[in-house]
Structure formats: structure tokens, C-alpha cells
């Protein structure tokens, strides 16, 4: 039993697990809401538009997270506006925006001469993640989470039939800001244990896997806050072991999951109960 | 009078006016938004408390069209919409809309006693959790539409004619006076429209006011007390011969425009 405890003794370790539990509660959770509503390309799009928030903050010796923050949130609003509009289809509207801040970030690191700086913006480094930064994860995943079961009726509504929400006076659009600011929130913390490129996955993967084996919310909730922390679990092993890249460990581990539940469920000819 | 309403909260709704109609229509001009042609134009309409209106007319007549801006889905750019008196959204609890199939994501993960519910969430607002008597009046009103053996399926399991029994449980479960009802004839089995039918003539009883959109020319007189018919977005007169009944107000006071 060694091989289990041994890392868990490595302080590194132990921050590195509580953070990749938070990320995987919050964006797990949260994800299932990314799938049913056919966010997943928000969900990518928000991850990579915070890069050139990070470096504006790195260059003027500010607060990364807050840069990040300040980013993520700016473009939900964005998006939220551009999907009003409709004078573009709103995946070109996006496509357009999350290039342009993705190049524009990219552009600002070129000015600093160095990448490597930023490559745990850009891959992730959960062993850099210190005291503090946990203390803001837990802050967003108890939000998201107190979102969810407090609002669980009116997300659910807005999710399915958006027409009788407004006729009954529910605003689909606020749950939908709700939903990009929320998302905002989570990508922002799963940038430090994923990376930009890889965050998107920790939202769709486990909650796809979960789509895959029930047809009742809570269920799916439940079912992909298990595959995320599985997948963490498992990632870090394979990545203190193999001394391989923490973020794309758990991704991959994610997407094995994945495999799995397509698989069965192949097998088994039929969507479960 | 100066009493605020706050849709979807606990001061949701105003008293109706006292005698007055349970929909009043006077539109000159209403378009969706981002497009430019008008879908509806010049069409007046006086629904008396406790009647049944049809609203007949072929595709595109804007019969929907009509019905979503009576549930404030769609907003009037010259002309006015009241519901007992009042503007649109000042008494949504009273007002049940019953959608087309294709407006549901019916994929969703949700089961067919939680759709039924939603009808019931106009009177909870935010935060609140459905009472014991919802989930009593709910199932009631699965067993009257012969789907309390559906409650547990995944809402994309029914068949068509079953999906819109449980859209009709919902507008039936929100306990309202008046049901806007988006072809609730259309595309059904046999069963479905004997118990649809049914229900029409219960509502009726139960001094409900119904305004129906329907192609079903054969069941008019039996199910309705007036019609309104309409044509590319305008009301037209009634075809030679068919039925109309309750006069519904076409003749317009000329001094009453709004603009």
C-alpha cells in the first residue's frame, strides 16, 4: 500500500489533490448544465480568452488571478451580448472573439521575449498552487455549487423549454448570464490545474461520461462529479509516478472514462435509467 | 394603485379589472424582433370572460403568432394587448400558455412529473420549493389525462400525442382562467384528441376562458363559441357559409387609435 500513501505525505501533493478535487467538483457539476444546454464551445472559448487578461495582469505586477478573473468575466458578458444580437450566428460571433483575445495574448507574451513565464497558464501547474489560491477555489466551487441547488428549478426550466419561462416572467437571459459568469468563475480556477488549452475538457468530458449513463439530473450531477474525481485521483498518480504532466494526465484520464461509458453503453444497446 | 409587480416573485400579479374582458386584442403593427415585415397587422379581438375562441386560418396565419403576444412573448410595436383589464404581465399567474411540440428541448434530462410541475412554478417564484399539495394537484392532473403511468419516463420517451398530454397537465396544473392553447389538436391519435376534447368541455364548465389555434374546421361549433379567422398575419372575413358565432368586436371606434 505504499505506492498509495507515499505521495499523499509530499505536502506538494496533498495541495495539488484538495485542488484538483475543488476544479473537479465545480467544473464536473457545472459541466452537466455546459453539455445540455450546447455550451461546450463557450466553455473552451472562456478558457482561452482569459490568456491576454493573465498577461496584462503579469506585466503590470498585478494579481494573475484577478487579470484572469477580470477576462473571464468581461468576455461571458461579451458573449451574453453577441448571442442577444444575432446580426452574427452566435458560434461565429464566439469564434471570432476567442481568436482574436487568444492572438492578443499570445502577441503580448511575444513582447516579453520569454514563454516561459506563462507556460502553466498556458498547460496548467497544479503543484504551484499555493495557500491562498485554495482558499479562492473552494470560495468558487462552494458558489457554484450553492448556484446550482438554489436555482435548480429555474435553470432547469430556462434549459428546456426557454418559452414558458418567459411566459411566466422568468427571464431565460438572466439564468444564462448567471450560467457564463458561473462558468467564468470555474474556468478562471481550472486554468491552474489544467491550463487554457485543456480547461474546456474538465468541463464537457465528465459531464458527456455522466450523459452517457443516466437520464435524470441530479444522477448526472452526481455521476460526473465522480468521474472528475476519479480522473484527478488517477492523474496525479500517473503523474508522480511517470513524472508526466499533471493537467493532461487527468484530461486524458477523463477522456478514458469516457471511452468506457460509450462502450458500455454500446454494449448493452440502450440508455439506462 | 401604484402596487409594483415583480414577474416570477411573490408580488407577481394584479387584481383583474372588474368586468372587463379576459383578452382584448387591438394591434396595428407587431413584428419579431430583427425582422421586418410585420407578423401581424390590424387585428382586433374582444375575448369575454368564460367563452371559447377559436382561431382559425391556415399556416402562417398567424395564429401562433397572435397567441405568443397574448402571453407577452412577443412584443406589439403599435397597438395594445389586455388581459382582465391589464397589461400584459401584470397577472401571468392567470394566464396559462400551452406552446407548439417543437419549442421543448425534449432531450433534456427531465422526467414527466417534473414538466407537469413547472406549471405550478408561476405561483412559487424564486426559492421556493414545491409544496406537498403541487406534487397532489400534479398527479391529479396526470390521472384526469390518463399519464400517471408516464410520471417516472424521461420526457423524450412519449409519443406525440402523450407529449402533448403532459403539456396540457401543465397549463392545466397552473390553475389558471384563461388557456392560450397552440394547436392542441395538432398531430395527435385518436385517444388524445377524445381526452383533449374532454378537457375542453370540462374547462367550459368550470367557467374557464379558452382561445384555441386550430385548422379542424369540422369541430368548431360544437367546441367553440366564436372564431376569429386570420390570413398572412391579418384578420379576414369568414369564409361564406361557416361558422362564427359570439361577435368578437371587428367593428373598431375610430377614435381609440394609440400610437
Same mark, same amino acid.
Not at chain 2, 63 to 72: D, E, F, N, R
Given at each position: 500500500?505504499?505506492?498509495?500513501? #507515499?505521495?499523499?505525505?509530499?505536502?506538494?501533493?496533498?495541495?495539488?489533490?484538495?485542488?484538483?478535487?475543488?476544479?473537479?467538483?465545480?467544473?464536473?457539476?457545472?459541466?452537466?448544465?455546459?453539455?445540455?444546454?450546447?455550451?461546450?464551445?463557450?466553455?473552451?472559448?472562456?478558457?482561452?480568452?482569459?490568456?491576454?487578461?493573465? %498577461?496584462?495582469?503579469?506585466?503590470?505586477?498585478?494579481?494573475?488571478? %484577478?487579470?484572469?478573473?477580470?477576462?473571464?468575466?468581461?468576455?461571458?458578458?461579451?458573449?451574453?451580448?453577441?448571442?442577444?444580437?444575432?446580426?452574427?450566428?452566435?458560434?461565429?460571433?464566439?469564434?471570432?472573439?476567442?481568436?482574436? *483575445?487568444?492572438?492578443?495574448?499570445?502577441?503580448?507574451?511575444?513582447?516579453?521575449?520569454?514563454?516561459? #513565464?506563462?507556460?502553466?497558464?498556458?498547460?496548467?501547474?497544479?503543484?504551484?498552487?499555493?495557500?491562498?489560491?485554495?482558499?479562492?477555489?473552494?470560495?468558487?466551487?462552494?458558489?457554484?455549487?450553492?448556484?446550482?441547488?438554489?436555482?435548480?428549478?429555474?435553470?432547469?426550466?430556462?434549459?428546456?423549454?426557454?418559452?414558458?419561462?418567459?411566459?411566466?416572467?422568468?427571464?431565460?437571459?438572466?439564468?444564462?448570464?448567471?450560467?457564463?459568469?458561473?462558468?467564468?468563475?470555474?474556468?478562471?480556477?481550472?486554468?491552474?490545474?489544467?491550463? %487554457?488549452?485543456?480547461?474546456?475538457?474538465?468541463?464537457?468530458?465528465?459531464?458527456?461520461?455522466?450523459?452517457?449513463?443516466?437520464?435524470?439530473?441530479?444522477? *448526472?450531477?452526481?455521476?460526473?462529479?465522480? %468521474?472528475?474525481?476519479?480522473?484527478?485521483?488517477?492523474?496525479?498518480?500517473?503523474?508522480?509516478?511517470? #513524472?508526466?504532466?499533471?493537467?493532461?494526465?487527468?484530461?486524458?484520464?477523463?477522456?478514458?472514462?469516457?471511452?468506457?461509458?460509450?462502450?458500455?453503453?454500446?454494449?448493452?444497446?440502450?440508455?439506462?435509467? | 394603485?401604484?402596487?409594483?409587480?415583480?414577474?416570477?416573485?411573490?408580488?407577481?400579479?394584479?387584481?383583474?379589472?372588474?368586468?372587463?374582458?379576459?383578452?382584448?386584442?387591438?394591434?396595428?403593427?407587431?413584428?419579431?424582433?430583427?425582422?421586418?415585415?410585420?407578423?401581424?397587422?390590424?387585428?382586433?379581438?374582444?375575448?369575454? @370572460?368564460?367563452?371559447?375562441?377559436?382561431?382559425?386560418?391556415?399556416?402562417?396565419?398567424?395564429?401562433?403568432?397572435?397567441?405568443?403576444?397574448?402571453?407577452?412573448?412577443?412584443?406589439?410595436?403599435?397597438?395594445?394587448?389586455?388581459?382582465?383589464?391589464?397589461?400584459? &404581465?401584470?397577472?401571468?399567474?392567470?394566464?396559462?400558455?400551452?406552446?407548439?411540440?417543437?419549442?421543448?428541448?425534449?432531450?433534456?434530462?427531465?422526467?414527466?412529473?417534473?414538466?407537469?410541475?413547472?406549471?405550478?412554478?408561476?405561483?412559487?417564484?424564486?426559492?421556493?420549493?414545491?409544496?406537498?399539495?403541487?406534487?397532489?394537484?400534479?398527479? !391529479?392532473?396526470?390521472?384526469?389525462l390518463g399519464i400517471?403511468?408516464?410520471?417516472?419516463? !424521461?420526457?423524450?420517451?412519449l409519443?406525440?400525442g402523450q407529449q402533448q398530454r403532459a403539456l396540457l397537465a401543465?397549463?392545466?396544473? !397552473?390553475?389558471?382562467?384563461?388557456?392560450?392553447?397552440?394547436?392542441?389538436?395538432?398531430?395527435v391519435?385518436?385517444?388524445t384528441?377524445?381526452v383533449i376534447?374532454? @378537457?375542453?368541455?370540462?374547462?367550459?364548465?368550470? &367557467?374557464?376562458?379558452?382561445?384555441?389555434?386550430?385548422?379542424?374546421?369540422?369541430?368548431?361549433?360544437?367546441?367553440?363559441? &366564436?372564431?376569429?379567422?386570420?390570413?398572412?398575419?391579418?384578420?379576414?372575413?369568414?369564409?361564406?357559409?361557416?361558422?362564427? &358565432?359570439?361577435?368578437?368586436?371587428?367593428?373598431?371606434?375610430?377614435?381609440?387609435?394609440?400610437?
Open positions: 500500500m505504499h505506492w498509495l500513501i #507515499d505521495p499523499l505525505r509530499d505536502p506538494f501533493m496533498q495541495t495539488a489533490l484538495a485542488a484538483a478535487t475543488l476544479m473537479g467538483l465545480a467544473s464536473a457539476t457545472l459541466g452537466v448544465y455546459v453539455v445540455l444546454r450546447r455550451m461546450a464551445f463557450i466553455g473552451d472559448a472562456l478558457s482561452h480568452t482569459i490568456l491576454p487578461g493573465v %498577461v496584462i495582469a503579469y506585466l503590470n505586477h498585478w494579481n494573475l488571478t %484577478v487579470g484572469a478573473l477580470v477576462a473571464g468575466l468581461l468576455t461571458a458578458l461579451g458573449i451574453g451580448w453577441f448571442s442577444r444580437r444575432q446580426t452574427l450566428r452566435e458560434d461565429t460571433a464566439i469564434g471570432i472573439l476567442f481568436t482574436g *483575445m487568444f492572438a492578443l495574448g499570445l502577441l503580448l507574451i511575444s513582447t516579453t521575449g520569454s514563454f516561459r #513565464d506563462f507556460t502553466h497558464i498556458l498547460f496548467g501547474s497544479i503543484l504551484g498552487v499555493t495557500r491562498s489560491d485554495l482558499g479562492l477555489m473552494a470560495a468558487v466551487t462552494g458558489l457554484v455549487l450553492a448556484v446550482l441547488w438554489l436555482f435548480d428549478k429555474e435553470l432547469e426550466l430556462t434549459s428546456f423549454d426557454p418559452t414558458h419561462a418567459e411566459a411566466i416572467g422568468l427571464r431565460a437571459d438572466w439564468l444564462r448570464y448567471g450560467l457564463l459568469g458561473l462558468l467564468a468563475l470555474t474556468v478562471v480556477i481550472g486554468v491552474q490545474v489544467a491550463g %487554457v488549452v485543456l480547461t474546456s475538457a474538465l468541463l464537457i468530458t465528465p459531464a458527456a461520461t455522466a450523459s452517457l449513463l443516466t437520464n435524470r439530473l441530479p444522477r *448526472m450531477m452526481a455521476l460526473s462529479a465522480a %468521474v472528475a474525481l476519479l480522473s484527478a485521483v488517477a492523474g496525479l498518480y500517473t503523474s508522480y509516478y511517470f #513524472d508526466v504532466s499533471l493537467g493532461a494526465s487527468i484530461v486524458l484520464a477523463c477522456t478514458l472514462c469516457f471511452g468506457a461509458a460509450w462502450a458500455a453503453r454500446s454494449l448493452s444497446g440502450r440508455r439506462g435509467g | 394603485m401604484s402596487e409594483v409587480i415583480l414577474p416570477y416573485s411573490r408580488h407577481n400579479h394584479a387584481d383583474p379589472v372588474s368586468g372587463a374582458p379576459a383578452l382584448a386584442v387591438r394591434i396595428e403593427r407587431a413584428l419579431y424582433p430583427g425582422t421586418a415585415e410585420p407578423a401581424l397587422r390590424d387585428i382586433t379581438l374582444t375575448v369575454p @370572460v368564460g367563452t371559447r375562441v377559436a382561431l382559425v386560418g391556415p399556416n402562417g396565419a398567424g395564429k401562433s403568432t397572435l397567441l405568443k403576444a397574448s402571453a407577452g412573448l412577443l412584443p406589439v410595436q403599435s397597438g395594445t394587448i389586455r388581459l382582465y383589464g391589464r397589461p400584459v &404581465g401584470d397577472c401571468r399567474h392567470r394566464v396559462a400558455y400551452l406552446p407548439q411540440r417543437s419549442d421543448l428541448d425534449w432531450r433534456f434530462p427531465a422526467d414527466v412529473r417534473r414538466l407537469v410541475m413547472t406549471g405550478r412554478y408561476v405561483h412559487l417564484g424564486w426559492l421556493r420549493r414545491p409544496s406537498r399539495q403541487d406534487w397532489a394537484l400534479v398527479d !391529479q392532473t396526470m390521472d384526469a400517471a403511468h408516464l410520471a417516472a419516463r !424521461q420526457i423524450g420517451e409519443s406525440g401543465r397549463a392545466l396544473a !397552473q390553475e389558471a382562467d384563461l388557456l392560450l392553447l397552440d394547436e392542441p389538436l395538432n398531430a391519435d385518436a385517444d384528441r377524445a376534447a374532454r @378537457v375542453l368541455s370540462d374547462l367550459r364548465q368550470a &367557467g374557464k376562458t379558452v382561445v384555441a389555434a386550430t385548422h379542424d374546421l369540422g369541430r368548431l361549433e360544437t367546441d367553440f363559441d &366564436g372564431a376569429l379567422y386570420l390570413c398572412e398575419g391579418s384578420e379576414v372575413a369568414a369564409p361564406p357559409g361557416s361558422f362564427t &358565432g359570439l361577435r368578437l368586436g371587428q367593428e373598431r371606434p375610430e377614435s381609440e387609435h394609440s400610437h
